[in-house]
């Protein structure tokens, strides 16, 4: 079993920055796959950013790419997410998932979750 807690989230102007975290704990957290999703008001969650157990290899939504950045540090056992250049667009409860497959997108490819962090951008 693995437990997830997300942290970090908070109200930022457009441009600004928020570093999340996501702090694990529980069996197996480095071979883990782990990924951060997001869900705005009235839409459907959504894949944001993925790292491998290794932290090698990294992958991006479109929307996000180049302004976000997802790292971990297994001996911490956390894996972060740094947002830059915010835009009111990136407003969502954000939520840290781990999973076993490389590169997944998908919620299903997840099996733990975390209860989500509010980030809030204001125009």
């Known amino acids: 079993q693995v437990q997830l807690v997300e942290s970090g989230g908070g109200l930022v102007q457009a441009g600004g920055s928020l570093r999340l975290s996501c702090a694990a704990s529980?069996?197996?957290?480095?071979?883990?796959?782990k990924a951060w999703f997001r869900q705005a008001p009235g839409k459907e969650r959504e894949f944001v950013a993925g790292?491998?157990?290794?932290?090698?290899?990294?992958h991006y939504a479109d929307s996000v790419k180049g302004r976000f950045t997802i790292s971990r540090d297994n001996a911490k056992n956390t894996v972060y997410l740094q947002m830059n250049s915010l835009k009111p667009e990136d407003t969502a409860v954000y939520y840290c998932?781990?999973?076993?497959?490389?590169?997944?997108?998908?919620?299903?490819?997840?099996?733990?979750w975390g209860q989500g962090t509010q980030v809030t951008v204001s125009s």
């Open positions: 529980g069996r197996t957290f480095s071979g883990r796959v």
């Open positions: 790292i491998s157990w290794s932290g090698d290899t990294t």
């Open positions: 998932a781990a999973g076993s497959a490389v590169l997944a997108t998908t919620e299903s490819a997840y099996d733990y």
